[in-house]
């Protein structure tokens, strides 16, 4: 049937029973008939439709004059069900009678959508049915919204570095030619963007990958034992030296030497790196001879080198030594399109073994719009967090820490509500008010946690004193 066109009354339909006809007894139904998120129809005996209110023809495409007398199954297509159990309840076949349903019906247009359907049997006194009303509420575009997000493309990355936007992709490239040589790199970008997570990468494509790999975060450590983490020290050295010491350099012999935070060193250490780098060798403190060494140097820092030297805290000939090649790590906010793969990458990492919950699509867009101060490093936490306080297998908005939510804010009082988050705020209200506003008995009674009712009561703008002061809307969300 091409749905496009008009449906053809039916002449021989009956005449409509003044009991089941809310257009002509509106004070049957009250107002229920002129809400245009909610569809409302009225059937006889034989299942044929009678009435059919505006919130209806809104949601189908289809008008009154075009179904009236025509039973509701026309709303359904080849791999759809409608209402067809509307038939059975007037036969008397249901085991009760009103039902309540989730269905897939066709609109006008030919688009498939998905609905909430109820029904109920109206009886005379002699039990006889008469009828039935039908209420219907398209909830497809809430689905979509708390469905998981579209899974993305298979993740472009190198090693545990995840991402395919074309920064990162430059990344790779810069990757790769350092670990083609032992060319001193050094690894720059904020806090929080994995810096070394790249000189791993650099580390493992190179010829030194059977060789250590140390770490070292060089701003964690006091200026006056960095030099002894470093070099090492020789027994006597100083009070407490009770033995040799082997320093990092010594290490990493064969490997990579990874200095974090180095533009935070001091000019005396910069200078003693920059004669290791020089000579290849490292003199212990205390030490009588000098210890060769065959490391590769990796640094790393999340200052601004040019002005550390404009400044003079950083020695010229030491900058210039340790930037020979250079890697820029991005900010988060500046590949935001790798922000889904990242979040599925942590979800999975975290699951372990176990099966890693989906995100749901509000929950990614509220990620996407966060700038992520704190970058890759804080959308793991956030991820983690997540993970603890969701229900179920799906990550949802509600689950993702205050300050994520926040940057989409509560719902404005000026927004429109979807028809689910209607019927949810409804049911909050009406739980609370149940409740006596007590917030634990509350959430005992709908299920949740204390946590989940107050996020909830946070997102809906629902405030006891102006519910208590009687101000509209509260309940009346229609």
Not at 25 to 38: A, F, K, N, S
Not at 214 to 238: D, K
Not at 335 to 354: C, E, K, P, W
């Amino acid at each position: 049937m091409d749905r496009t066109t008009s449906l053809p009354c039916d002449p021989s339909g009956p005449r409509p029973d003044p009991e089941l006809d809310f257009d002509r007894l509106p004070e049957v139904l009250g107002e229920l008939r002129d809400i245009d998120t909610l569809g409302l129809f009225s059937v006889d005996a034989r299942g044929r439709i009678i009435a059919w209110s505006r919130g209806a023809e809104r949601l189908t495409g289809f008008r009154k004059t075009e179904v009236q007398g025509r039973p509701p199954t026309f709303l359904e297509g080849p791999e759809c069900r409608g209402f067809e159990q509307v038939h059975a309840l007037l036969a008397g076949e249901a085991p009760r009678d009103d039902w309540r349903r989730e269905c897939r019906i066709v609109n006008r247009c030919g688009e498939t959508r998905t609905v909430i359907g109820s029904a109920h049997a109206v009886r005379r006194s002699d039990g006889t049915i008469t009828g039935a009303l039908v209420v219907f509420l398209d909830i497809t575009d809430s689905l979509r919204e708390s469905a998981p997000a579209p899974l993305p493309e298979p993740p472009q990355g190198l090693l545990e570095l995840q991402g395919g936007s074309s920064s990162m992709l430059e990344v790779y490239r810069r990757i790769r030619l350092a670990s083609d040589s032992d060319v001193t790199t050094v690894i720059t970008g904020e806090s929080g963007t994995g810096k070394e997570l790249a000189a791993r990468a650099i580390h493992e494509l190179s010829e030194r990958r059977e060789g250590p790999f140390i770490a070292l975060n060089c701003a964690a450590i006091p200026e006056t034992l960095l030099e002894s983490e470093l070099f090492g020290h020789a027994r006597g050295a100083f009070t407490g030296a009770t033995r040799d010491r082997s320093g990092m350099f010594q290490l990493a012999d064969g490997g990579t030497l990874f200095l974090d935070e180095v533009g935070d060193t001091g000019r005396m250490i910069q200078l003693k790196l920059l004669r290791v780098l020089q000579e290849r060798e490292v003199r212990p403190i205390g030490g009588d001879h000098p210890v060769s060494v065959d490391v590769r140097l990796v640094t790393a820092t999340h200052r601004d080198l040019s002005a550390l030297l404009a400044s003079h805290q950083m020695r010229e000939d030491f900058y210039y030594r340790i930037r020979v090649f250079e890697i820029h790590m991005p900010a988060l906010r500046e590949r935001l399109d790798d922000v889904g793969v990242l979040a599925a990458h942590f979800a999975g990492q975290i699951a372990g073994s176990g099966r890693a919950p989906s995100i749901t699509r509000e929950a990614l867009e509220a990620m996407i719009r966060y700038p992520w101060p704190g970058n890759v490093r804080e959308l793991r936490n956030a991820i983690e967090h997540a993970m603890v306080v969701c229900q179920g297998d799906t990550i949802g908005l509600l689950d993702l820490p205050e300050s994520v939510q926040s940057v989409g804010g509560p719902i404005a009082a000026h927004d429109s509500l979807s028809p689910m988050q209607e019927i949810e705020r409804r049911r909050i209200l009406e739980a609370l008010e149940a409740n006596g506003w007590n917030r634990t008995r509350t959430a005992e009674s709908l299920g949740v946690s204390r946590v989940t009712l107050w996020k909830k009561i946070r997102r809906y703008r629902i405030d006891e004193g102006v519910f208590r002061r009687g101000t509209r809307n509260e309940l009346d969300v229609s």
